[in-house]
Each structure stands twice: as C-alpha cells, then as structure tokens.
C-alpha cells in the first residue's frame, strides 16, 4: 500500500528558531501534498495544499510567511515553522495524493504518521 | 462552510459489545465521506472510503453506512475488541473541492477487558 513518511517524529526547539518538517511518498509520486495541524483531543486543520513545482495554497488564518511550505519534488515536501514560538506547539501531520484518477491511490489521501513539534 | 460532528466525543465498552459511531455533516453536496483511525500521538490509518453514490462499505468487522441526503455516515463494530480502542475521525471530501478533506471532531473509544 501507499506508505507516507515524515521526519521528524519528534522535535523540541527555543523559541524563536526555525523547525523543518519532512514529508516523503515512498512509493508513489504526489503530485499534491496537504498538511494539517492537530491540538489535543482536537481535530485535524488543513493548513495549506501543497502542489509540486508550483506556490502552496493557504488555508484562511494561516500564515504563509511562518509556515513555509516547500513542494520540490514528487516525493518530497517540506514544512518549516519560522520564528517559532510557544503556541505553535502541536502535532503536525501531512499526507499525499498521487496524481492517478482511477483506482483506490487516486481517490484517498494517505497520511504520514505526524510530527510533535514542542517550543520551550 | 462545511462542518463535520461525531457523537459521542468519548465512549467505552466492554469487550465483545458491538457499537456504533456517528458522523454528521452539514453540507450534502460530498464526493465521498472517508473513516479513519488515530493511536494516540500518531497518524490516521484510512478504514473505509464511501463514495457519494454508495450506501455502505465493509471491512471485516467494520462496516459504514451514508445517507447523504440527511447528512449521516455511521461506523459499525461488531464484536469490539481492546485493539480497537483508539479515536475514529470521520472526514468528508467535498464535490469539486479538490480532494480536501473536513475532519470531524473524532470519537474517543475504549474497549475494556
């Protein structure tokens, strides 16, 4: 099945640093990317959609300028929190879509297993 | 705007009961309504995907059933066991939305021994 992978699982950073968050199809190309944020006991928040080779697309409330969104490749997209502060602690998630219209991979997003970001 | 709502927030059973999940949805107009499954601290696992022209899906001990037209999915377990305590989100993909997904609020659920 389709396997999506985020690195890291784990991360604590000071406040005001930079965090960069991986997200990788292993065995399938994404042409599209999505991440989400998570609060406890809360549910999943698209922040943006991310499209190979071109700009991602915020979602209303997010920040583009702290949340850089970076979709390089097929099989890589990356999430770097800017300037990071105490309330941007949260569990961060992505997942991918491959680009086929038919079959069970065009209709599904599948979801990586969610990064921990903590800001002391 | 789409919003998405699961009763009971939280729920625990004995071992061997079967139960239902609720998911409602505000806005009819899906492509399809999608279950999934969170361990606590970790990613969703998809169990079922049901298609706007569909009326259920199954899957083992699972089964789930739409009704667009009242806004209404349910997720059936039969036979719960303790693995499969974990929180189950409902999310719905809008019709020519562009695959985004409107999650629910989950529900929380316990199966004891």
């Known amino acids: 099945g389709a396997v999506v992978s985020q690195h890291p699982s784990r991360v604590i950073c000071k406040s005001g640093t930079s965090v960069k968050i991986e997200c990788r199809s292993l065995d399938f190309q994404a042409t599209t990317m999505f991440w989400y944020r998570q609060f406890p006991k809360k549910s999943l928040m698209l922040m943006a959609t991310s499209n190979e080779g071109s700009k991602a697309t915020y979602e209303q409330g997010v920040e583009k300028d702290k949340f850089l969104i970076n979709h390089a490749s097929l099989t890589l997209s990356t999430l770097t929190v800017t300037s990071a502060h105490p309330e941007d602690s949260s569990f961060y998630i992505c997942?991918?879509?491959?680009?086929?219209?038919?079959?069970?991979?065009?209709?599904?997003?599948?979801f990586g297993p969610g990064t921990r970001l903590t800001v002391t | 705007k789409q919003e998405v709502t699961q009763i009971p927030a939280a729920l625990s059973v004995p071992e061997g009961e079967n139960l239902v999940l609720n998911c409602s949805f505000t806005d009819s107009a899906i492509y399809n309504l999608q279950w999934f499954r969170q361990d606590p601290g970790k990613g969703l696992t998809s169990l079922l995907l049901i298609q706007s022209s569909q009326r259920e899906q199954t899957s083992g001990r699972l089964n789930a059933s739409l009704d667009k037209s009242s806004g209404r999915s349910t997720l059936y377990i039969a036979a719960s066991q303790p693995g499969d305590s974990a929180t189950y989100l409902c999310?719905?993909?809008?019709?020519?939305?562009?695959?985004?997904?409107?999650f629910g609020t989950g529900t929380q659920l316990k199966v004891e021994l």
């Open positions: 997942s991918a879509r491959s680009p086929g219209t038919s079959g069970r991979a065009g209709y599904e997003q599948y």
């Open positions: 999310a719905v993909r809008r019709t020519g939305g562009g695959n985004k997904l409107t």
